[in-house]
Structure formats: structure tokens, C-alpha cells
């Protein structure tokens, strides 16, 4: 996914106003009451998660659970731009590694997307053999030089620090 501007967050001002007492007239008891308005309810009451789709058009913020987690605000959802932190330490502000993005997060991802896929017929795993020293189903703690991981430890943890974000914290069932 290649976002290319960092959203600019817009943060809105709620203002409340009330009218309190009784309005008294003439000579006699209270001849009315002031009332109070009802408090604005200004502001998103869902989660990018619950646009429903995974990625969208990479573009527009509420096209998808990623692109409101990195490129929404909370104007659009509860957790909108939740990620966009993580998002940028990995990538960079223009979300390409060849404007701004951390070298090794660049190096690690790269290295993920040349990895090839899972072959079902086969006991092992050749994605996460590339990915990382794998023990049959996970990654185990000591890396190998040849891995991503291995090769990348610290892009690996910028990485997997806005995954942790976007896949366990915010799009969860989306992308689940």
C-alpha cells in the first residue's frame, strides 16, 4: 500500500450552550422555563473496522480499515489516524521508502514482498522460512542472517509495530 500524503488532522471545537433559572415576569410566580439544548453529538460513534473492507483505494481514508487507520482522523472514526505514527516510522511521511522512509523498514518490507508465498503441498513454510527462522508454524526469537528478520532486525520491529497496529489494534475483524 503506498499512501502518498500524510493526512493533515483536523481537530473540530464543540461548543455547548445552555440557558439555566426560571424567567420571572410581573408580579406573579415564574411564568416559564428556560430549557437547556441538547448537547451536539458532533463526532464519529464507529471504528475504521467497521467500514468493513480491509484495504481500499489507498487513497481515501474512509475506503478502507487501513486507509482510515493511517490517513483518517478522528472526524471519520473513533480510531481514525490511530497507526499513522507507526506508519510513518516505518515508511515515511509520503509513505514511499524513497521519500523519507527508515532504510531498514524499507529494506525489511522489500525483502517480505520477494518471499514466496506458502506452498500447501509442502510440511514447510517458504514464506515464513524467507521470512524469518521458522520452527514449522512461527518465528523463533534467534533470527538467521538469511531471513528478512535476520537481515533487517530493526526494520523488522518499525514494521511490525504498525502491523501490530493496523492488523491486532484497529482492523482486527476486517482484515482478520
Not at 4 to 27: K, Q, V
Not at 28 to 44: A, N
Not at 75 to 99: M, Q, V
Not at 157 to 164: G, I, S
Request: glycine residues 16%; negative net charge.
Amino acid at each position: 500500500m503506498l499512501l502518498r500524503a500524510a493526512p493533515a488532522l483536523f481537530f473540530g471545537l464543540l461548543l455547548l450552550a445552555s440557558c439555566e433559572g426560571d424567567i420571572t415576569g410581573g408580579g406573579g410566580e415564574g411564568g416559564s422555563t428556560g430549557s437547556v439544548r441538547p448537547t451536539p453529538t458532533d463526532g464519529p460513534s464507529s471504528t475504521c473496522d467497521e467500514i468493513g473492507v480491509c484495504e481500499g483505494d489507498a487513497v481515501n481514508a474512509n475506503s478502507g480499515c487501513v486507509e482510515c487507520a493511517v490517513l483518517g482522523n478522528d472526524t471519520l472514526a473513533l480510531n481514525g489516524g490511530a497507526c499513522l505514527d507507526e506508519y510513518t516510522s516505518c515508511f515515511g511521511p509520503t509513505g514511499s521508502c524513497d521519500e523519507g522512509g527508515h532504510p531498514d523498514c524499507c529494506a525489511f518490507f522489500s525483502c517480505l514482498l520477494a518471499c514466496p508465498d506458502d506452498d500447501p503441498g509442502t510440511d514447510k513454510n517458504e514464506f515464513l522460512d524467507c521470512a524469518c527462522t521458522n520452527d514449522g508454524t512461527d518465528c523463533v526469537d534467534e533470527q538467521d542472517d538469511g531471513t528478512c528478520l535476520g537481515a533487517e532486525p530493526v526494520g523488522g520491529q518499525r514494521y511490525f509495530a504498525w502491523a501490530t497496529c493496523l492488523y491486532l489494534d484497529v482492523c482486527a475483524s476486517a482484515c482478520g
